[in-house]
T-cell receptor
Framework: QKEVEQDPGPLSVPEGAIVSLNCTYS??????FMWYRQYSRKGPELLMY????GNKEDGRFTAQVDKSSKYISLFIRDSQPSDSATYLC??????????FGQGTRLTINP | GAVVSQHPSWVICKSGTSVKIECRSL??????MFWYRQFPKQSLMLMAT?????????EQGVEKDKFLINHASLTLSTLTVTSAHPEDSSFYIC????????????FGAGTRLSVL
């Protein structure tokens, strides 16, 4: 079993839809949780960062962390074609290496 | 967010030559930088952790003599692919750790290496 599980998709939704992306993990020591967006042939771009449990909102994006269930989510409201990318969840115990999910390929159809 | 510059963005070289990739943190000091490799439609694979002023720590299965890492300053780390072969063709991405207490990694734009 992988340390971080993420549905690779692909996921295709119409413009304006609410998108839900999820990851589960097995290491209860993870404290730092991140979502990155990666466009084709580009480096990952940090979208959301959360320390420990809770919710965080930034514009159309909301990140949720449920440590009791070892489950994190990213919600995208009013999705736009420009949101089409691969979304990577990543987490770590501390100032150490990140453990990435497999990435979910998302397409927003106009 | 913080800016990490990676250069070159794309390099083509002949088999047997060496290629150097630079990673710079432009607006912050990074005592730790990371080097990743990514194959098409796959996630990032950590190759090594680079600490300023000390030897890099390589992940299991990564040849340290093949992938030379130097982190000579708080804003620059380099990855040299020595005697490159076609199987080394890949997308290489660096990241810089901003603030050990937050453990946020900011990534460069990546370098596409094609070995002929």
């Amino acid at each position: 079993q992988k340390e971080v599980e993420q549905d690779p998709g692909p996921l295709s939704v119409p413009e304006g839809a609410i998108v839900s992306l999820n990851c589960t993990y097995s290491n209860s020591a993870f404290q730092y949780f991140m979502w990155y967006r990666q466009y084709s042939r580009k480096g990952p771009e940090l979208l959301m960062y959360t320390y420990s449990s809770g919710n965080k909102e930034d514009g159309r994006f909301t990140a949720q962390v449920d440590k009791s269930s070892k489950y994190i989510s990213l919600f995208i409201r009013d999705s736009q074609p420009s949101d089409s990318a691969t979304y990577l969840c990543a987490m770590s115990e501390g100032a150490q290496k990140l453990v990435f999910g497999q990435g979910t390929r998302l397409t927003i159809n106009p | 967010g913080a800016v990490v510059s990676q250069h070159p963005s794309w390099v083509i070289c002949k088999s047997g030559t060496s290629v150097k990739i630079e990673c710079r943190s432009l607006d912050f000091q990074a005592t730790t930088m990371f080097w990743y490799r990514q194959f098409p439609k796959q996630s990032l694979m950590l190759m090594a952790t680079s600490n300023e002023g000390s030897k890099a720590t390589y992940e299991q299965g990564v040849e340290k003599d093949k992938f030379l890492i130097n982190h000579a300053s708080l804003t620059l780390s380099t990855l040299t692919v020595t005697s490159a072969h076609p199987e080394d063709s890949s997308f290489y991405i660096c990241s810089a750790l901003m603030g050990a207490e937050k453990n946020i990694q900011y990534f460069g734009a990546g370098t596409r290496l094609s070995v002929l």
